[in-house]
């Protein structure tokens, strides 16, 4: 193997680059990427190639992202106003800047009733990958006291995220953190990873097994999309063959409802 570029020196050009310094991609995400290329091509030079091309994939999901900044303002003027319909008006329009939870927007509050009906009271939860699903806690009901733990990869994301909290009177318990590299040891009456365990497997081939396998929640809850973002293919049936794979044989698929743009799965292990 060609050894001529330093792992951590590339990494860190990488990560200084315009594009991915204006995304705040972390470097445990690019090492890890990295690192695996390496392993599976010939040289450092395909492996930067083979890493560049991946990370694009990543990074595509944040294409045509919120303005940050503007978000901010928004939600200080919201919050000033002490005016809960113009802070759900405000949260609904961050929502809505993202094809998933966008889609989701007609359903959050039944979403999340299937949650607590499954778990029962919830004082703890982990939203793995979490997007802009945290701002969803001004449109449904639950406990103002839960602790809610948010994980994503994207710096900018993360910072609004942790100034909403804030300005709700929760903990910024929201963080840049890689989950495929550091799944959170937490114990959670649930942890919810909402239509990305099938962007995971694209990255690398049985992350999303890896991730569910290594988590302390008593309930795991995966939503996987019923069609293609067209429109013309209906995913179901794959997407039922990628929950079983999943679980292995250390959890099982305890239940499962179909909303309008996914099906949300929840596991429990085979122990419990």
Not at 38 to 65: C, F, P, Q, V, W
Not at 125 to 147: K, W
Not at 219 to 232: A, E, K
Request: hydrophobic fraction near 40%; proline fraction near 4%; charge should be positive.
């Amino acid at each position: 193997m060609n050894n001529r570029f330093d792992d951590q020196s590339l990494v860190r050009r990488i990560q200084s680059s315009r594009k991915y310094r204006a995304a705040g991609i972390p470097e445990e995400t690019i090492l890890d990427v990295y690192m695996r290329e390496k392993d599976r091509l010939i040289n450092s030079a395909e492996a930067l190639r083979g890493t560049k091309t991946k990370l694009h994939n990543i990074l595509a999901l944040y294409l045509g992202d919120l303005d940050y900044p503007k978000a901010r303002v928004d939600l200080d003027e919201a919050f000033a106003r002490d005016n809960h319909q113009a802070i759900e008006q405000v949260c609904a329009r961050l929502l809505a800047c993202h094809h998933s939870t966008r889609e989701r927007l007609s359903y959050y509050p039944a979403f999340f009733r299937t949650i607590q009906k499954v778990c029962g009271k919830i004082t703890t939860l982990l939203d793995l990958a979490c997007g802009l699903n945290p701002f969803s806690l001004s449109l449904v009901d639950l406990p103002a006291a839960m602790r809610y733990y948010a994980y994503d990869i994207h710096t900018p994301r993360v910072d609004l995220i942790n100034h909403y909290f804030e300005l709700s009177g929760r903990p910024a318990l929201a963080e840049v953190r890689d989950v495929l590299v550091r799944p959170p040891k937490i114990s959670a009456d649930a942890a919810i990873l909402l239509k990305e365990a099938h962007r995971m497997e694209k990255r690398r081939a049985d992350a999303a097994r890896e991730l569910v396998h290594a988590l302390n929640a008593n309930v795991v809850f995966i939503s996987l999309p019923n069609r293609s973002m067209d429109g013309r293919r209906d995913l179901r049936e794959r997407m039922r063959s990628l929950m079983e794979k999943i679980c292995g044989a250390n959890f099982l698929i305890a239940g499962s409802e179909e909303f309008p743009s996914e099906t949300l799965f929840w596991l429990r292990g085979t122990h419990a």
